[in-house]
Every structure is written in C-alpha cells, then in structure tokens.
C-alpha cells in the first residue's frame, strides 16, 4: 500500500523522465532558487541537485520562518517563557533555537515551563485547562500558518479566554522575493513558489512580481517529481525568454487559493513591516495582531525590560537566506558552526539550508 | 468483584501511591505482597531477602543496567515495565550473553495509581516469560508529588557470555551486510503519538519485544557475526554511525530496503521525522560476512520479532566513518545522527 | 517552510464551536480543524498543516497530471530524445 497523493510523486521512473526533460530543455545555464525551506530539504534528502544537469543551479530561499525570526524576537519569548507562572507553548521546531545565550531547552530546565504543541488549537486547550495559568504560543510562520494562528486567537476571543496570547513571528513571501530580486547581487532567474502558501494565497499576488522583473514564478509541490515538475516548467519558460506564474502544483494550489483562511488571517493579523533575521528589515512583510485583538498581544502583556540580542560575528545566514552564499562557503560551516553548536538559526531549524547541507551534503572527502 | 478473575487491588487501601508505601513498613510490605509477589514472585524473590544468591553457569558473565523514565508509561504495545525487562534482555543478548536474571528498582511518585503500577509490573513479568529470565531481587522508592514523573524503573541484569562468539562494533569488514531485523521507528512514533496533548489517536503499536531467543538461533547457525546492536533512541541511524565510526568503515544503505511500517511512515511524514532517526525497542542490526547473510535473514524470518528483518546495505572502504543513504532516485546523502531528541516539526 | 501531508478525512465532529475532524495519514490518524475547508466531505482527501487542514485535494488535476506523465513515458518518446511537443507547451 502507498500513500495516496504523496508516493505517486516519489516515483523514480517519473523523475528520471522529468530529469531527462530537463537536461533535453536547458540549453543554458540557470539559475533557480527555491522560496521554501521544506522545498530545500526535500531537495538535499532526495539528492535532486545532484541529478539536475549541471545547466541548473538550485539555490536556496529565505522560506524558513525558524531562520528568519528575529534574535530580538527569540530573546524575547526566552525572556517571557522564564516568567514565573506562564506556560510557554511552541512548535517543536522554535525548541532548540539558540538565542543570544540559551534556548527554550535551557529554560525549561531552569524550570520554566515549556511545552511543545503541534497545533495553536493544542495551545488554546492548556489555556481553557488552566484558567489559572498564563498561557503563551509562540505563533511564527509564513502564509500557511497564520491563518491557522489566527484561528486560535479568534476563538481566544470568542470564548473570552482571557490567559491566551501570542508572540508573533509571521512573515510573507512576496516582499523577500522583491527584495532578493532589487539585489544588484542578485544571480535568480527564475522561482520555485512555495506550494502551500500558495494553496492559501492562491498565485495572483505573484503575477505583478513575475511582470516587474520580468521572471517566471512557479509554485510547486515537496515531493521530488513536483519539484523536477517545477523546474522543467521554469527551464522552460527561461529557455523561451518568458515570465509570469506558471502552477505546477495543480491537486492543492488554485489561482484564488483559500478565501476562507485568508478571511480569518486577515481579520486577526495586519501587515507591518517587519525585520527578518539575517536580511533586515522588510517593508510590509510581516502579519502583526490588528488593534481589536491586541490583547492577546503577549509583547504588550509581558514587559521583559530591554532586549539586546548578540548575533554571532561569524555567521553569514544573510547571504545564505538571499541566494548569495551557499551554506558550504561560509567559513564557520562544519567547523565552529554545526547543528550540535549552531552560529545561525539556518544551522538550527531542519529546514535551514546550512542544516540540510550539513545534514545530507557534507562532501565525504572533507571528514 | 464480579470479575472472573481474582484482582489483589480492593484488599489495598489506597488507591493511589502513598509515601509510607516506600518507608518500609505496613503498607510496604502490603505494596510487595499484593502487587509485586503476586506477578513477579520466584523462588529467589519469595524468600524477600536483600538479597539474591545466584548459582552461575562457568564462563564469563556479562552485566548491564539501565533506568526507564519513560513517558507516558503505559502506550500501545507496552509499559514502561515491559520496555524495563526487554531493554535489559536485550543488551545482554545483543552482546551475545544468554539472560538469565534480573533485578528491577522502582521509583514510584507519591498519587500514581497503583492500577497503573499493577498494570505495568504484570506487564514485567509478561515481558521477563517470554525472554525467559527471573526477576531476583527489587526495590521501591517513593517519593514526592512532582518530584519524578509518576514512575521511573531501573533494571540490572546479568547474563552468561557464549563461548564462541566475539561481536564488536569494531569488528565490520567491507563487503559485510548490514541486517535490520524488522521496521523502523516503531517504537519512537508510539510515544510520540502517544504523549498526551498532542492531537494523535494513531495507536502505533510500539515494537517492545525480548530478542534474545532469535539473537540465540543466529548466533547457533553463525557464529561468526561480526557485531550485533539494538537501535533504541537515536534510532538506526544513530547505530550505523556508531558501528561506522567504531570500525573505520564506510556503510552504504538502501533507501527502498528499509523496511517502515504504513502508521509509522504516516506518522514520521506529518509529523517531520526520519524513521531512521525514531527508537526501536524491539529490533536489532547485526553486521553479518556477506557469506552468511542470507542464512542469518532465513532465521530471523523464523521469528515473530523478525518477521521482517532485511538486508538494508553494505560495509564498504570507501567513505570512513560515514553511512550513506542511496536514494531511490539514484542519487547519495549522508545518514546524519539525529540532533538531540526528536521533535515534532511544522516546517 | 511548511510540512503539510495528504490524508483522507474520516469523520466530522464539532469542539468548542469549530469544525473538527480526523484525517487518516496511511493508518496514522490525527485531529485537524476543517474551518478552512467547509465544503470537505468525509472520504475526501485534504492536506493537513499544524493541525488544519488547508484545502482540499483537486482529484481531478491529480489525476490528469499523472495520466499526462504516463502517457508520454509510455510513448517512450523521451528516451530517444524526440521532441515532445505537450512538455513544451507550457
Ligand atoms: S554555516 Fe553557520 S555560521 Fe555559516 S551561515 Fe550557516 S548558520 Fe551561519
């Protein structure tokens, strides 16, 4: 038995055919990069690069919300999380995090009480739990997830559950393409969209950016013949000199995606610009609580004094988030830096490109 | 009771863990007489000495201990008494001891329900019938509310070392075969799934089972495996790095040969983790000379507890240290250990 | 950046005032919030992200993009390198 969905798109005979594809369609060098971090791991788990003519060039994308989230913010849900009497919720992804000296790891054995959750919904249940307790989620993320922390804090009040807030890391992919684009060092041609933020923005928002730079945007699937599919289909457009958004991620990405999640996101959260780790400050790129929620807010109901991160001097993850550098040129990369003892978030999260590159593409001859 | 059977509990009178259970006195020896002799009672541990005075076979013994916190403690296919006797059974057999005896410590928190404790030292004894070893001496401990996670156990156990054999992690040789004795991860994802908040109903059965009768059959017919390692946390990843680096080889694995349960597979992908990074409590990899693979896999295949075991790859010169993955795709990665316990991911 | 796996809805219940269901992922069955998807019946499949279920799967596309690829491996077009006209029609 095989996964429906899923292993129909892990068949070696369909990716051979696409490769080959590929190989037949470039002519030329190009250069493409994936937005998605999970794209990226799925790329270094299936050794896709490596079977990808050397015509292509897949460099990695700033689609990881654990490498872009502020030390500032990680400081601060540290710092709340130590309070004496919060419970202190997370996807397991933000638990090992490093901020400027620990993480929440660290805390909780200081006795600080952190838990792990696989929904917000599991967060708003400790809170309806422990009416007593002051519970905090962690709610990072891109489009995909936010509606999905919107929901809990919707529901947050709708009940009146009055000891549930949220530490908002959320950020949106359209203003860090634009970004990695206006770059003079910009060596992208052409991009894999993350397939499930599109399967909740849907592709609209990606045709004036294809248009403006005069690329083609094509939001793909995880599993490596939705990838190869994504990449014959940008080689493609690229050999033909066009652009604009091209799907290829039919089963679960639409033009409009989810309007439904995209009502509650947006009647929760409000675009703001918002700072990204390793990059900077981005115009309108991230999704902050509107006033009428507010109070959930958990920076406002938490006052942590002054935050001074310390980013380490050595760590590029900048370069590496923007298509730059790849993780393997960084000087730090396998030697002061590794996942045991991470100098950036992108050697932290499974999804970083220097963890994946570290993880399942270490050059053999250099152990 | 209407039930059928004769259930010790009403005679207590508590329901749940009181500290004067662990102070030696009354109810002590209540705790003892109702629930632990009942199950786990022997010639050795009904005499209730100190301690156990223990005839050995001649030969060189081999003793191991290891401490049970897992949680929660009782999930599908197992307790944490269960896990407590198999762990124990099976690092004696996977060196190539015989088990014969154990002793089990219990640290018991003040309110755990003494069901619950019932339950999972039945489950002990259980365990200890089937590997066919004695549980010779014990000890509780309480203490209090907070101050240990319900309960904790910690099990000794000593065992006769075969004469013949002589497994080690550094014995590998290129060309050896690289023998997994059943699927991976099942273990890992049944307490994964099973923690409590978390929004899983799966029932992943964990694999929990004594391997030292088939671990016996093997080294009967081959005595000449080269190491032999049970992949529990870290998983099977974590061993082959461990027997990589032990020997200075280089091993190369099969992606389509690693056998996956379809619940743990279902689990391991929602939930983001490598079912070569999951633990295994019931499955081991033996380091077999390529001559002798395939008798070994034959009996393995005789047994319940290896009713799936494959030959997942191969020990090679080339890339000391390292195990490498070959991908279906025809493609290499690098078989990483896992860093730090497994987490649940979004991203 | 976001894992999200396919999985087949069994039931639909109601929690505090949300649509809730349980989506089978190869034998292994998890809570998610179908608030997102209200048109999803039971026996449909849906991806599942962070305990939501984010749309629900296009059968139909599935479908055809599968059939298209096996048609033109069947072909065996790609393998002598002949030209093939439905790749490049993008
Ligand atoms: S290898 Fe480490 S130090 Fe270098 S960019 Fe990546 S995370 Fe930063």
Redesign the interface.
């Given at each position: 038995?095989g996964?429906?969905?899923?292993d129909?798109y892990?068949d070696?005979?369909?990716?051979?055919?696409?490769l080959?594809?590929i190989a037949?369609?470039a002519t030329r060098p190009w250069t493409i990069m994936e937005i998605?971090?999970?794209q990226t791991h799925s790329i270094?788990?299936?050794?896709?690069d490596?079977?990808l003519p050397d015509t292509v060039e897949l460099v990695h994308g700033p689609?990881?919300?654990?490498c872009v989230t502020p030390l500032e913010t990680i400081d601060r849900a540290l710092a709340i999380a130590s309070i004496p009497g919060v419970i202190f919720t997370s996807?397991?992804?933000m638990?090992?995090v490093p901020g400027s000296r620990d993480d929440l790891f660290t805390v909780r054995s200081r006795g600080g009480d952190v838990?792990?959750?696989?929904?917000?919904?599991?967060a708003l249940?400790?809170a309806?739990l422990h009416p007593e307790r002051e519970v905090v989620f962690f709610a990072v993320?891109?489009e995909?997830?936010a509606?999905?922390n919107a929901?809990a804090v919707r529901?947050a009040a709708?009940?009146g559950i009055a000891n549930f807030s949220v530490l908002c890391s959320q950020v949106m992919v359209p203003p860090a393409m634009r970004a990695i684009l206006s770059s003079p060092d910009n060596r992208v041609q052409g991009f894999l969209a993350?397939g499930?933020?599109c399967?909740?923005m849907g592709w609209e928002e990606y045709e004036p950016v294809a248009e403006a730079f005069g690329v083609p945007i094509v939001p793909a699937g995880?599993e490596?013949v939705d990838l190869l599919?994504g990449i014959?289909?940008v080689v493609?457009?690229l050999e033909?000199g066009c652009s604009g958004v091209?799907n290829a991620y039919?089963?679960?990405?639409?033009r409009e995606g989810?309007r439904?999640?995209r009502k509650?996101m947006h009647s929760v959260f409000g675009v703001a610009d918002r700072p990204w780790r390793g990059i900077g400050l981005m115009p309108a790129s991230g999704l902050v609580l509107r006033r009428e929620y507010a109070r959930f807010d958990a920076e406002r109901r938490f006052d942590v004094g002054h935050i001074a991160p310390r980013e380490s001097p050595l760590c590029r993850s900048g370069e590496v988030l923007q298509g730059h550098l790849k993780p393997d040129a960084c000087p730090a990369f396998g030697k002061e830096c590794t996942?045991?003892t991470p100098l950036g978030a992108t050697m932290v999260?499974?999804?970083g490109a220097c963890a994946a590159y570290?993880?399942?593409?270490?050059n053999?001859?250099s152990? | 009771m209407t039930e059928p059977f004769a259930c010790p509990l009403p005679l207590l009178r508590h329901e749940t863990i009181q500290m004067a259970h662990g102070a030696g006195g009354r109810l002590s020896q209540e705790l003892t007489r109702q629930v632990f002799m009942p199950h786990l009672g022997n010639a050795f541990l009904d005499l209730l000495d100190d301690q156990a005075k223990l005839t050995l076979p001649s030969g060189r013994a081999a003793f191991t201990t290891d401490t049970y916190v897992v949680s929660p403690c009782l999930f599908p296919g197992g307790t944490i008494g269960s896990l407590a006797v198999n762990g124990t059974v099976n690092d004696l057999a996977v060196g190539g001891a015989r088990p014969l005896y154990l002793s089990a410590g219990f640290v018991l928190e003040e309110g755990f329900p003494i069901a619950d404790l019932d339950r999972i030292v039945g489950s002990m004894a259980e365990a200890a019938g089937k590997a066919g070893v004695l549980i010779v001496t014990g000890d509780t401990k309480v203490v209090q509310k907070g101050f240990c996670d319900g309960i904790f156990i910690n099990t000794s156990g000593i065992g006769v070392l075969r004469q013949e054999v002589e497994l080690s992690c550094r014995n590998l040789q290129p060309g050896d075969r690289i023998l997994l004795s059943g699927t991976a991860g099942d273990h890992g994802m049944s307490i994964m799934t099973a923690r409590e908040?978390?929004?899983?109903q799966s029932g992943i059965s964990s694999d929990c089972a004594p391997l030292n009768h088939m671990i016996e059959a093997m080294l009967d017919a081959v005595p000449g495996i080269h190491a032999m390692r049970d992949p529990t946390r870290g998983g099977v990843a974590a061993v082959l790095n461990e027997l990589a680096a032990s020997s200075s080889v280089?091993i190369d694995i099969e992606e389509r040969s690693i056998p996956v349960r379809?619940e743990v597979?279902?689990a391991c992908?929602l939930?983001?983790i490598d079912p070569l990074h999951a633990a295994n409590e019931g499955k081991l990899i033996a380091v077999v000379p390529d001559e002798a693979a395939r008798e070994v896999l034959g009996i393995m295949h005789a047994f319940e507890e290896g009713r799936d075991a494959a030959i997942i790859g191969t020990v090679s010169v080339?890339?000391p240290?390292?195990v490498?993955m070959h991908?279906?795709?025809?493609?290499?990665?690098?078989v990483?250990l896992p860093?730090?316990e497994q987490?649940?991911?979004?991203? | 950046?976001?894992?999200?796996?396919?999985g087949?809805l069994l039931d639909i219940t109601e929690e505090?005032?949300?649509k809730m269901g349980t989506v089978d992922?190869?034998g292994s069955k998890t809570?998610a919030?179908l608030?997102?998807?209200?048109d999803i019946v039971p026996g449909q499949?849906t991806?599942v992200?962070?305990?939501?279920a984010?749309?629900i799967?296009?059968?139909e596309?599935?479908a055809?993009?599968?059939k298209l690829?096996q048609e033109?491996?069947g072909s065996g077009a790609?393998?002598t390198?002949d030209e093939?006209p439905s790749?490049?029609d993008?």
């Amino acid at each position: 038995m095989g996964m429906k969905h899923l292993d129909e798109y892990r068949d070696p005979e369909l990716a051979r055919f696409l490769l080959e594809e590929i190989a037949r369609k470039a002519t030329r060098p190009w250069t493409i990069m994936e937005i998605c971090g999970g794209q990226t791991h799925s790329i270094m788990r299936n050794g896709i690069d490596q079977l990808l003519p050397d015509t292509v060039e897949l460099v990695h994308g700033p689609g990881c919300p654990v490498c872009v989230t502020p030390l500032e913010t990680i400081d601060r849900a540290l710092a709340i999380a130590s309070i004496p009497g919060v419970i202190f919720t997370s996807f397991g992804d933000m638990l090992r995090v490093p901020g400027s000296r620990d993480d929440l790891f660290t805390v909780r054995s200081r006795g600080g009480d952190v838990r792990m959750v696989y929904s917000p919904l599991e967060a708003l249940q400790l809170a309806r739990l422990h009416p007593e307790r002051e519970v905090v989620f962690f709610a990072v993320g891109f489009e995909t997830t936010a509606p999905a922390n919107a929901m809990a804090v919707r529901q947050a009040a709708r009940e009146g559950i009055a000891n549930f807030s949220v530490l908002c890391s959320q950020v949106m992919v359209p203003p860090a393409m634009r970004a990695i684009l206006s770059s003079p060092d910009n060596r992208v041609q052409g991009f894999l969209a993350a397939g499930h933020v599109c399967a909740i923005m849907g592709w609209e928002e990606y045709e004036p950016v294809a248009e403006a730079f005069g690329v083609p945007i094509v939001p793909a699937g995880f599993e490596p013949v939705d990838l190869l599919d994504g990449i014959l289909k940008v080689v493609g457009m690229l050999e033909k000199g066009c652009s604009g958004v091209l799907n290829a991620y039919g089963r679960v990405v639409s033009r409009e995606g989810n309007r439904e999640a995209r009502k509650v996101m947006h009647s929760v959260f409000g675009v703001a610009d918002r700072p990204w780790r390793g990059i900077g400050l981005m115009p309108a790129s991230g999704l902050v609580l509107r006033r009428e929620y507010a109070r959930f807010d958990a920076e406002r109901r938490f006052d942590v004094g002054h935050i001074a991160p310390r980013e380490s001097p050595l760590c590029r993850s900048g370069e590496v988030l923007q298509g730059h550098l790849k993780p393997d040129a960084c000087p730090a990369f396998g030697k002061e830096c590794t996942p045991q003892t991470p100098l950036g978030a992108t050697m932290v999260s499974s999804e970083g490109a220097c963890a994946a590159y570290y993880r399942y593409h270490r050059n053999p001859d250099s152990l | 009771m209407t039930e059928p059977f004769a259930c010790p509990l009403p005679l207590l009178r508590h329901e749940t863990i009181q500290m004067a259970h662990g102070a030696g006195g009354r109810l002590s020896q209540e705790l003892t007489r109702q629930v632990f002799m009942p199950h786990l009672g022997n010639a050795f541990l009904d005499l209730l000495d100190d301690q156990a005075k223990l005839t050995l076979p001649s030969g060189r013994a081999a003793f191991t201990t290891d401490t049970y916190v897992v949680s929660p403690c009782l999930f599908p296919g197992g307790t944490i008494g269960s896990l407590a006797v198999n762990g124990t059974v099976n690092d004696l057999a996977v060196g190539g001891a015989r088990p014969l005896y154990l002793s089990a410590g219990f640290v018991l928190e003040e309110g755990f329900p003494i069901a619950d404790l019932d339950r999972i030292v039945g489950s002990m004894a259980e365990a200890a019938g089937k590997a066919g070893v004695l549980i010779v001496t014990g000890d509780t401990k309480v203490v209090q509310k907070g101050f240990c996670d319900g309960i904790f156990i910690n099990t000794s156990g000593i065992g006769v070392l075969r004469q013949e054999v002589e497994l080690s992690c550094r014995n590998l040789q290129p060309g050896d075969r690289i023998l997994l004795s059943g699927t991976a991860g099942d273990h890992g994802m049944s307490i994964m799934t099973a923690r409590e908040g978390l929004s899983f109903q799966s029932g992943i059965s964990s694999d929990c089972a004594p391997l030292n009768h088939m671990i016996e059959a093997m080294l009967d017919a081959v005595p000449g495996i080269h190491a032999m390692r049970d992949p529990t946390r870290g998983g099977v990843a974590a061993v082959l790095n461990e027997l990589a680096a032990s020997s200075s080889v280089g091993i190369d694995i099969e992606e389509r040969s690693i056998p996956v349960r379809d619940e743990v597979r279902g689990a391991c992908e929602l939930l983001g983790i490598d079912p070569l990074h999951a633990a295994n409590e019931g499955k081991l990899i033996a380091v077999v000379p390529d001559e002798a693979a395939r008798e070994v896999l034959g009996i393995m295949h005789a047994f319940e507890e290896g009713r799936d075991a494959a030959i997942i790859g191969t020990v090679s010169v080339d890339h000391p240290g390292m195990v490498v993955m070959h991908t279906v795709f025809g493609s290499r990665r690098i078989v990483d250990l896992p860093a730090g316990e497994q987490l649940p991911r979004i991203c | 950046m976001c894992l999200a796996i396919p999985g087949k809805l069994l039931d639909i219940t109601e929690e505090n005032g949300l649509k809730m269901g349980t989506v089978d992922v190869n034998g292994s069955k998890t809570r998610a919030c179908l608030e997102y998807v209200p048109d999803i019946v039971p026996g449909q499949y849906t991806i599942v992200h962070a305990g939501f279920a984010l749309k629900i799967i296009d059968e139909e596309e599935a479908a055809e993009s599968l059939k298209l690829w096996q048609e033109l491996i069947g072909s065996g077009a790609f393998e002598t390198g002949d030209e093939l006209p439905s790749t490049d029609d993008l």
